[in-house]
């Protein structure tokens, strides 16, 4: 069960910071589009990032209890 724990807490932990990543690269939009566009591109990597870890905890609750 501690095992089961600790991953949870590991993926937690990487959730949020992926999430921190996303809201400080959003804060670098600016007037310059070549530069938003770079920055759009990372968002968008970092948005699939979150999305791929939000399966993995899903993944790691539906099998908590088996």
Known sequence: METKNIILANYSTALTN???N???NIN???DNP????ATVKTA????ESIRSQI???QQALDGYNS
């Open 55 to 57: 399966v993995l905890i």
């Open 22 to 24: 996303f809201a400080i």
């Open 28 to 30: 670098a939009l600016n």
């Open 18 to 20: 992926i999430v921190g």
């Open 44 to 47: 968008n990597v970092l948005l």
């Open 34 to 37: 070549d530069e938003n566009s």
